[in-house]
């Protein structure tokens, strides 16, 4: 049975309803962006691979705001990155051939987050085997969103592990597709006055299914992300 500190973000989806790889993409996310805020973004390597990858992708550059400047009511330290990255890239337009393209790094804080799901999505198909309490919670669940799916179909080698998957998420999107067609059912005039039921949030809950659960960062510090001090980016 896997550890179950390494497991704990898995086991804090199910219980919240929703996808356990989103959820874990979401303490990744929140995890990273505030070590990067506060120790990585003064490290000269870290900058410099920053600016090499033009900055963050938008959705994490999002969340570098969220915590610099609504945060900590500050916006020196982005400032500093951005300046380092705005000189990097006159420097590479300024020799920029007319038949070369202007290269681009992976955004650091995405491939942090894919590289810990990978490896999360493991952790996932090992409990599934060797805990049975937690199989029987994800027998239960809403499944998990398509992308992640995939990700742990890919990641199952032997047929019972996809059988199961497949069986869950196949009960999880009839009910979806059920509650779905009673919410437009009383959106016609004749049954508005019904009290509404678990499908209301049927058409948020079937966009985050099929494209996985919003990132969530929140300016505040860090309370259980980790047991230990994370590495520096470079290691």
């Known amino acids: 049975m896997v550890n179950s500190a390494l497991t704990r973000w898995l086991k804090q989806g199910l219980a919240r309803g929703m996808c356990p790889l989103c959820r874990v993409a979401q303490k990744l996310d929140r995890e990273y962006v505030w070590y990067f805020s506060d120790e990585w973004s003064s490290d000269g390597a870290t900058v410099e691979a920053f600016a090499r990858a033009r900055g963050f992708c938008a959705e994490h550059a999002e969340q570098l705001r969220l915590v610099e400047v609504l945060g900590l009511r500050s916006t020196i330290g982005i400032s500093d990155l951005y300046l380092a990255t705005a000189e990097l890239l006159v420097r590479d337009l300024d020799s920029l051939e007319d038949d070369a393209w202007l290269e681009r790094e992976p955004c650091p804080a995405c491939v942090y987050r894919d590289e810990g799901v990978l ?19 994800f027998e239960q669940s809403i499944g998990v969103c398509v992308p992640h799916f995939r990700l742990l179909w890919d990641t ?13 998420q196949a009960r999880a999107a009839t009910a979806l597709a059920g509650h779905l067609r009673e919410h437009l059912r009383k959106q016609r005039a004749e049954y508005r006055r019904e009290a509404p039921g678990p499908e209301q949030d049927s058409w948020q809950r079937a966009i985050w299914t099929t494209s996985g659960w919003p990132s969530t960062p929140r300016a505040e510090p860090i309370e259980d992300e980790s047991d230990q001090a994370m590495p520096a980016p470079n290691d």
């Open 119 to 137: 490896k999360h999505a493991f952790f996932f198909v090992l409990e599934l085997r060797e805990n049975p309490g937690f199989r029987a919670d």
């Open 156 to 168: 199952s080698e032997r047929h019972e592990d996809r059988e199961l998957l497949r069986r869950v």
